[in-house]
């Protein structure tokens, strides 16, 4: 990467705090030797008797659930949750992410969390209150974002915009430990000097490093997932779904505008602890039901690739998976 250590430091968000004392490391081209391919999901959901989701028990076998949501597990194909009202499904999320964020807190002194754009932010809403926003140790939280769209920061497109006003800014989370991609660079330029970020982060263990891959290993990553099947800004047919580097990308050519985004790839968002795929509405149903059903599509569809390191769960409303 051309960028000096100097130029590094001046890149970074005017409300940021640089960290002046990292050193570069060199980058991962040593690490990244293969992509894995991984499965598509395929999951059994068990019903009781009192479901009132539109699943059909003959595709799914049951088994007991939370008072909120149908919940189903199979061994390495993640965990399924189907609320009845987005409402449950904000109220349980924030209680899986608090869980977490005690967890990694008290393991490793930090909480390392990736965000997406889209509805997922929303969905966030219920940490900014009690008893989350006075229980949950804030101090210990590092943010990111897996893909962002090239444009200032301050634009209705920018995914550190929709996340400051519907999250970030209602949460005691420090300004420094918040981790926007630089909106002031060429896209190619500003992908690299996030790339070169998460290396130092690494390196003085705020990020937490696969011992699988050598890649970033995010404590928790946080996922939404469009009617096409898209996650992050990786889309059905682009190259870049099946990129083994660089681990942040960008690319002009996005089918959802806008067309310039800058995008983690599937080796480092596949090192993830934890993924939280959280899909909400009718308009998803289809790429659900591909994902975790009987579905078929001609194309793999991109979030057919999330398979996390460590555990995966979905977080459903009933429209989302009306057709499982
Ligand atoms: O920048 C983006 O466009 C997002 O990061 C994108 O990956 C988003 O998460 C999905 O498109 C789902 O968005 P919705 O939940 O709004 O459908």
New binding site residues.
Partial sequence: MAFSSCTFTATLRTPLTPLPSLRRSPPHTTLISQFIVTKPLRCSLRLNSSSTIGVNPKKFECKASSSMAETTTEKGKGKVQVFDTEDELAVSLAKYIADLSDKYSKERGFFTVVL?????IKSLRKLAEPPYIDSVDWKKWYVFW??E?VVPTHHEDS?YKLALDGFLSKVPIRSGQIFAIYDGLLAKDAADVYETYLEQLVEITIIDISEATGLPKFDLML????PDG????LFPGHPLVQATKPLVAFLKDSP?PPLRRITFTFPVINSSANIALVVAGASKADAVNVALGNGQSSDLLPVQMVSPEGELTWFLDKEAASKL
């Fill in positions: 997406s754009g889209g509805s997922l897996v893909d769209r995914n996922l939404g997932m469009g898209h996650v992050a800004s959802k």
